[in-house]
């Protein structure tokens, strides 16, 4: 299994979108620093998670969510607005 991934920063409360397959690992990674673009976010927390059988439609998913359409997409399920797709899974309340 292959992940979609949002984390929360809890310095500047923005959104941080990625992929991996293993999203516990990854989480911790983030906030030991080791990751570039979340470094100076910390501390981050686990929002939510899409799951997708290949690392190529993880991927996918993931450079769409980056964009400007994918941001709102994923600003409307977040909230509530819209339904999220069957493989979302929520790991804190909605905003």
């Known amino acids: 299994m292959y992940y979609v991934y949002v984390l929360k920063s809890l310095k500047d409360q923005k ?5 991996t397959d293993i999203v516990l690992k990854r989480l911790k990674e983030h906030n ?3 990751t570039a673009s ?3 976010r910390r501390p981050l927390e ?3 998670h899409e799951s997708y059988n290949t690392r190529e439609e993880a991927e996918q998913r993931e ?3 980056k964009s400007g359409k994918g941001r ?3 600003k409307d399920i977040l909230s509530g ?3 999220p797709p069957p ?3 929520f790991l804190k309340e909605r905003e």
């Open 15 to 19: 959104n941080y979108t990625g992929s």
């Open 32 to 34: 030991a620093g080791k």
């Open 38 to 40: 979340t470094k100076r």
């Open 46 to 48: 686990l929002l939510y």
């Open 63 to 65: 450079k769409y969510l």
């Open 72 to 74: 709102e997409e994923l």
């Open 81 to 83: 607005a819209i339904d």
């Open 87 to 89: 493989s979302a899974v």
